[in-house]
């Protein structure tokens, strides 16, 4: 089997795990089928490597190389999706970590400090509503009570979730024990724009990630009638609510380089012919720097408030989550493109675990081009020859740091 094959089968062999039919792509959300089967799948592959799969306080997955210790080189990403995501987005990293420890395993290399692949959980933020969730939990990003109470949309806490997947929910948050053991982190990832394609390269250094963060806009109206209630006694929510994202769209394209998007949208209580009473919107903007953002989500405020005023409306915005910029450490960012030959650095409009480690310990990230340029969707891909290109500068990374 040569070693190109084994790439590529890694992602074969998960390629019907948690398809959507309704949707198109995949929904893996966590502690749910999909995402039990891939951790089964990754437990069996990492173990069939001769690695050691343990699970930590917060459900993330470490296959250790040898006794788990300091100091130690971990790579890896995700196996979650957000709804209806690519294949590539999350398990390209952890299917190439796999690989890259198959390929220093064939060649007979024995690593001279700890080494894991790590596979993060709720990455996507799908189930309870905060990105890289797992790497929060795990660094302290993210209080221990606050992340119990989070709710699915079935109205399951983190809490109750955890007790299902065998875990203490008292011992969710930070974990200091765990996370002192990394040394260093590097997370391959897809790239999820066109900024490999513009630069006519199969792979880039990341070199910064955008501020973001995500909100609810909550719209609250009088439910009526929809025949009785005539067009000047309303108050509905959905008006507002529709007025307010056009404002989003607005106040985004006013600030360049931000970006700013409702994709989730519920309505109370959701009748044809029911006016609402209460319209939520999920936001999710992102700017360069922190400050900007912030700005951005200011006048969003600002605006959201305007609209549901000018409806007869009341509405509150309220942080669900942050993500502050995040600089690669500069120096292993020059060293490894230097490793590599001079590849190029991206930055990167997307978050990542990597990104939230980063502020606790060095970590990089290797983006492989996506010739689509489209992601968080079906159309995501890579080209075979570029994910062996990302797995084999994989490689020569940890045979650089190991
Ligand atoms: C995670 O994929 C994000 O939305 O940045
Ligand atoms: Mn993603
Ligand atoms: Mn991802
Ligand atoms: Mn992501």
Redesign the pocket.
Known sequence: MSLAHGLLAGLDEIAEVGRDAARGGYSRHLWQGADLELREWFTARATSLGLDVETDRNGNLWAWWGLPGTDAVVTGSHLDS?PGGGAY?GPLGVVSALDAVARLKTTGFVPTRPFAVLVFAE???SRFGV??LGSRLISGAIDADAARALTDRDGVTLAEASVRAGLDPARLGADPAALSRVGLFIELHVE?GRGLIDLGSPVAVASSILA?GRWRLSFSGQGNHAGATTMGARRDPMVAAARAIVAVQDAAVAQPGSRATVGRFEVIPGGTNVIASTVHAWL?ARAETDAETRALVAEITARTAAEAAHNGCSATVTEESWAPRVAFDPALRERFALALGDVPRLSS????DAGVLASRVPSAMLFVRNPTGIS?APEEFAEPGDCVAGVEALEQLLRNVL
């Open positions: 957000v987005d990455e996507e933020g990105a890289c999820q973001h999710d409009g997307a978050g990542h968080h």
